[in-house]
């Protein structure tokens, strides 16, 4: 029989990460360890407020599953709704089953060896000027991530790309712009060659995006959690941002990104923030996507040991002592 220990952990970010819907210090997540015998399977989320989460919330899902052997524990985690709880347990699966077989997940969901990625380096919405340092301080980063949504946008996209010029920029409003101040944004954007356009919109107000050209392609984020969604994002958005803890974990976000292929979307794979731990399984699902977005351990003041392998902005794929 397998047992399911769980406990809430927190690593301080280095500063502050600051989006439009506020600003925090610290990661908080939880851990979710199945365990048989000397066989430890682990997964790593991070509770969402914007989906209606919290981390007593996600613990008290996680506690809520029984102990039993493998497949018991996998029939309760699909009653589970898409989200962190499921995020964890679904990740502590494949974990131990590889674990268990001694066959790595990177055998059975990687068309061949995993190689290094590159991710984006996110830098928090703050003013004009602060925002230039910070891009200033990047400028060696190939892509860099910015947080937009406030009252000076137009400013801060200037003085970020002023300041990183020879790299590629993603920005991310984390559905703060609105309809009315739209077609601005995208020609500005497009004039300064920003590479891509994250979550511009609410998730309920993005209709119209069908309407108008995009010369800055376009990402879902909070429009898309799992496979069932894609259609109606169609026309919408070229790209969707698959992330674990949206998905409800690996399993499904291998469906997602075979589903959106089909369909024609470019796939990034992102990240809430978190340790190494919660960014493992996902380095595996990022090797061939467009755009990858896990830099959360780089936000970090201390990260979780065996960690993931940062070279720069290159993180490796992760070690069978950490995941997978």
Known sequence: MLKINIEKQSYPIRGEFRISRGAKTEAEVILCQIEQGETIGRGECVPYNRYNEDMDSVFAQIEAIKSGEIDEIEEQVTHLKPGAARNALDCAIWDWKAKSTGKPVADQICRMAPRPVETAFTLSLDTPGRMADAARAASHRTVI???LGG??????????????PNSRIIIDANEAWTSDIFAQMMREASRLKIALIEQPLPAGDD???LDIPHPVPICADESIHTSEELGNLRGKYDFVNIKLDKTGGLSEALKLRDQARELGFGIMVGCMVGSSLAMAPAVLLAQDAEFVDL?????LAKDRSPALNYFGSTVSPPTPSLWG
């Open 145 to 147: 991530k910015i947080k």
């Open 151 to 164: 009252d000076n946008d137009i400013a801060c996209m200037h003085a970020v790309t002023a300041n990183a």
């Open 207 to 209: 209709d119209i995006l």
């Open 295 to 299: 830099d959360g351990p780089l936000l």
